[in-house]
């Protein structure tokens, strides 16, 4: 592999996993053929077009925003098509990083309205507070407890992540791994048709 072949490759890093994985011997084999003998690294208009292409691609293959939405905060499937994406999200080393991200939003979401809406000495966060209060020494005040229970929400986010990784990579019909799903058929003595997880 000479210097043009490896910055071709490291060019690549703007496509999906999914497209590199499926595309990216492809790309590298027509541009190293269209290239001039000459040419020992790759251009900036290459590598612009390279970038402006995989941008493209990841934008195409993302889902919809309310798909995301339902995906990220409710861990709902996204439609078959941007299947690719999802695991690709999935299998991302920065996974657990989004999501207790999405966890911690959709936290404070719920909770700044009781925030702004209580008042210090009577308010919701008081009364959550007051049987904390005493044994901690007055420490927890609104914001204290606010605080709390996000670091809360943080660690029991942070406890469910391969579990969760799991079972939406079943949702979306891959293996642990990240492997694609197979379903054969078979039709049982009745006439009735059944799909089986190969």
Same mark, same amino acid.
């Given at each position: 592999?000479?210097?043009?072949?490896?910055?071709?490759?490291?060019?690549?890093?703007?496509?999906?996993?999914?497209?590199?994985?499926?595309?990216?011997?492809?790309?590298?084999?027509?541009?190293?053929?269209?290239?001039?003998?000459?040419?020992? /690294?790759?251009?900036?208009?290459?590598?612009?077009?390279?970038?402006?292409?995989?941008?493209?691609?990841?934008?195409?293959?993302?889902?919809?925003?309310?798909?995301?939405?339902?995906?990220?905060?409710?861990?709902?499937?996204?439609?078959?098509?941007?299947?690719?994406?999802?695991?690709?999200?999935?299998?991302?080393?920065?996974?657990?990083?989004? /999501?207790?991200?999405?966890?911690?939003?959709?936290?404070?979401?719920?909770?700044?309205?009781?925030?702004?809406?209580?008042?210090?000495?009577?308010?919701?966060?008081?009364?959550?507070?007051?049987?904390?209060?005493?044994?901690?020494?007055?420490?927890?005040?609104?914001?204290?407890?606010?605080?709390?229970?996000?670091?809360?929400?943080?660690?029991?986010?942070?406890?469910?992540?391969?579990?969760?990784?799991?079972?939406?990579?079943?949702?979306?019909?891959?293996?642990?791994?990240?492997?694609?799903?197979?379903?054969?058929?078979?039709?049982?003595?009745?006439?009735?048709?059944?799909?089986?997880?190969?």
């Amino acid at each position: 592999m000479d210097r043009y072949e490896r910055e071709l490759r490291r060019s690549l890093r703007w496509y999906p996993k999914h497209y590199r994985e499926r595309h990216g011997d492809e790309i590298v084999e027509t541009a190293l053929e269209l290239r001039d003998l000459d040419e020992l /690294t790759v251009s900036k208009a290459e590598r612009r077009g390279l970038m402006w292409a995989g941008l493209a691609t990841r934008a195409r293959e993302r889902p919809p925003f309310l798909n995301w939405l339902a995906y990220r905060f409710f861990n709902i499937r996204v439609p078959h098509r941007h299947r690719m994406w999802a695991r690709d999200d999935l299998m991302s080393r920065y996974y657990p990083v989004r /999501t207790i991200m999405a966890s911690l939003a959709f936290y404070l979401v719920l909770v700044l309205p009781l925030y702004l809406l209580s008042s210090p000495e009577t308010g919701f966060w008081a009364m959550l507070a007051a049987p904390l209060g005493g044994a901690l020494g007055g420490v927890l005040t609104n914001g204290g407890m606010i605080a709390l229970a996000g670091g809360l929400v943080v660690l029991m986010g942070a406890a469910s992540i391969p579990y969760q990784r799991r079972r939406m990579l079943t949702k979306h019909d891959f293996h642990r791994d990240g492997r694609p799903v197979h379903w054969t058929t078979y039709r049982d003595p009745s006439g009735r048709v059944w799909a089986v997880r190969a």
